[in-house]
């Protein structure tokens, strides 16, 4: 059997499985979701959101990307964003990068990646902006690593300027943003506690939509 035709006898398996262990199993998942996450990732092969976190069918909504960037000009993201947190009311939205990420790498190459150029230049003005602290690193691995962590960082930051989640974030207290790592040497997520009350505090002196939205016109 090749590799192809392997992914249908899995799944046959998998979802006898789920059948053997719970006769409604299906029924249940096909009734509706509540998702309590919404996980922004890589695309990377190497990394599975719901295995290494655990989480069932229904628990978390997923969204990946190359690089796990967050663009404010990307119609896609921006409606995972909106969905997620308008229809499905997620308490949490976490951006989850990964060392070895060959996203991160390219953009720390000086070279022309063609289609690839408009993207990674978000992964590049992280590091534009983060350019003091990086090159201070000599070590080039620890560079990339630490690349990986303030790309999550700005991407936080991203999500955090949508007005879907700030102005939900004022009216009901939720979602919070978190910013996570997955090692794949060790197979540990690593959470980079960003801290969210401060950065949305900040971020609205510039980026307040959600406020400014909920006022009464005045008379």
């Given at each position: ?155 936080c930051i991203n999500v955090i300027k949508t007005a879907a989640l700030q102005k939900a974030y004022l009216q009901q207290g ?28 900040e971020i609205r002196q510039i980026y307040d939509l959600g406020s400014g939205m909920m006022q009464e016109p005045s008379e």
């Open positions: 059997m090749n590799f192809y035709d392997q992914i249908f006898d899995n799944n046959r398996r998998w979802a006898a499985s789920k059948k053997a262990g719970d006769q409604h199993f299906f029924e249940q998942l096909a009734q509706s979701q509540s998702p309590e996450i919404l996980y922004i990732g890589c695309s990377d092969s190497r990394v599975s959101a719901e295995e290494m976190t655990g989480i069932h069918p229904g628990e978390m909504f997923v969204h990946r990307n190359v690089g796990n960037i967050i663009p404010s000009t990307d119609p896609n993201s921006a409606a995972v964003i909106d969905y997620a947190i308008k229809h499905l009311r997620v308490k949490h939205v976490v951006v989850c990068g990964h060392y070895n990420c060959g996203g991160v790498k390219a953009a720390m190459q000086a070279k022309d990646m063609g289609i690839l150029n408009p993207w990674l230049r978000n992964i590049r003005d992280v590091y534009r902006l983060h350019k003091e602290e990086l090159n201070a690193i000599a070590d080039e691995e620890e560079k990339y690593k630490r690349l990986v962590e303030l790309n999550v960082q700005e991407q939720f979602p919070s943003v978190h910013g996570w790592v997955f090692d794949l040497h060790s197979g540990e997520l690593i959470d980079l506690h960003i801290d969210f009350e401060s950065i949305l505090s």
